[in-house]
DNA sequence: AATGAATGTGCACGCGCGTGCAAGCAATGC
DNA sequence: GCATTGCTTGCACGCGCGTGCACATTCATT
């Protein structure tokens, strides 16, 4: 009565020495019950005795048996597992993000797979075939702007997807959107009470949506009070070395710009110190530069930059009720738009 | 001859709005094939005539067919999961680390699943258990520091659990350590050529391992040549803010040091703006400062600081071999021990 | 023409799990 | 005493896949 059973009669399958992980079969065997009853015991309101739910339990224990969410998923057809698609995870707005990111979607019962974009777009493809091979529930994208007919691909394929940032809005999949040109906006509104009138805006050569968004809702802005900004834009990506480097540039000739607006912090940053290390400059009396995003660093005694905040928390809570929510098949694809907050720090006369 | 078996006869579950993914039965059923030479298609190896091949992948494509790889572990026994344990995906070091190796398992035809722990131990046991539940192939610990008796319940139960500079050397699990003393016995003997006298640590009250192979190996340099170091430790966690703190205790009082060392970048930043900007300090004329991790930002030219690199390219491809490799199940558990290099910039005196 | 090898294909099973269905059982109502 | 009800439990099936085995087919060889 204490416990039949006792030696496993499982499987020939014992011997494997790698990830030898104990199956609910074996269970049931050491507790003496059906396979079934093991399976109800881990199944929330299923219906189990108080008595046998205790004696799987503590075969459980003593086996080292843990549920295959692989095997629920196959049987469930919900895998749990959420894809995140990022290329440079190292930028510290793009680690915040994922950061709070696989952290809710962990407090909601499910589990945040990262896939790096290495490179060029083509490999956005393979990325999001991996995303469909382990039967991804939704697939978000921090990074890359899949063309239009993979987009269309993968969501006839049946995948859930979710942009953030990304693409252009006729597209089907669930988007996610930042108001960059507002923003923008209000950087230049800010510039001009300051009493700058020679504004710059620095970007770079191969540009997402947001960061066009941002380059072009500021220059608009500008022209709209009879200003034409300079443009400068360097290298492939928002790096501080490229920040530094569009500050040469822009530092060096005559006709310095009183105001700079980058698309980004790590930018920013990298023209605030090519103007104060490379030129001497002051911030803010000779310059304003204002910066997108507010990364840790931008709050650091060094640069106090004034900045854009992504209210990372609300995208990260709207993503993950968007999960949570399911994707009805007719229905419209949703479309959420969030608003930066403009941070003042001490990088901007006022 | 040319497609028979046009609608497919495949299974009453078609009208799935949410996630109706294509499975082997229908593209079979559509290119006029047994389910098994669709199976053998995608299988590298399996023999499978040229023609029927074809047949397949065109049906295949059209159909927006993906293998299951949940399916496919399942009967494999292998996921293809990897698990990454990380708390602080925010600062830069753990960024850097986990981009480089969900990179690299990506390309070593793995995949990284992020798991994100929160605050106590208590959790670890928690995300562990999660790793056993998909299945993981290993499981990656780059934060936390998870009790002996979690990592022995989980290596009963059939996980491969390889630590990053965590835990003490006498447990099962593989291990990856960094020569943290060797480095700060090198950060000591710099200090001293420097002419520096009056040493300080900068560290944090919770440690982890490295943390507190960093400080113990410095004190003990220290006093190894007769000096005394001071020792502050501030907050918890090793953040800028608590590096700032540290410095303002440091240079308020009497006795004020003229090189610190400091266990993270991130602190020694805050150690370096809080000299400059709130005590006005020279660094390195008055203070010499030296971090450790050679973040990004301590290239930048605010700070130009000296610190140790992590090999962390080289610790990724160790990491990946040795998920490759498997573990047998007799054998003794890896160690492997990287160097750090000292990297030479502006904030040490020389 | 007959035989052997070689190649391709389908069948059926198992991977670990959830669950509908029916059978078992105890408790209740008449 | 019997019928009814409610709760447990085991059986059996399917989820999507890889693969051993047997069979069909083709081709070269004797």
Redesign the interface.
Known sequence: MTDLGRDAPASRTVD???????SAREVAARAGVSRSAVSRTFTPGASVAEDTRRRVLVAAEE?????????R??SL???G?VCVVVS???S?Q???L??IL??RL?QAGR??????L?GPDDDARLVL??A????A?ATIVLSGTPSRSIVR?CL?????LILISRDDPETGPDRIRLDNAGAARAALLAFVRGGCRHLAVVTTEKQTLSLAERSAGFIEAARAVGIEPRIVSRGVSTS?ENG?LAGTELFTGERRPDAVFCVNDVTA?GVL??A???FGLRVPEDLSVMGFDNI??AD????RLTTFDQPVEDIAAAVVQLVEE?????GDPVSLSFTPTLVWRSSVRC
């Open positions: 494997r020495g790698a990830s030898a992980y104990v086996l080292g048996y843990h549920v295959n969410k692989l095997a998923g196959l057809q919900q895998s597992i440079d995870i190292m510290p793009m680690s915040r994922l950061g696989t952290r962990q589990v945040a797979m990262v896939l790096s290495s075939q991996r469909a091979q382990y039967r529930e691909s006839e394929s049946g995948q859930r501080y530094r940053l110190d090519a104060r290390h490379d840790p660093e650091w005694l060094s640069y399911g994707r009805d098949p007719g």
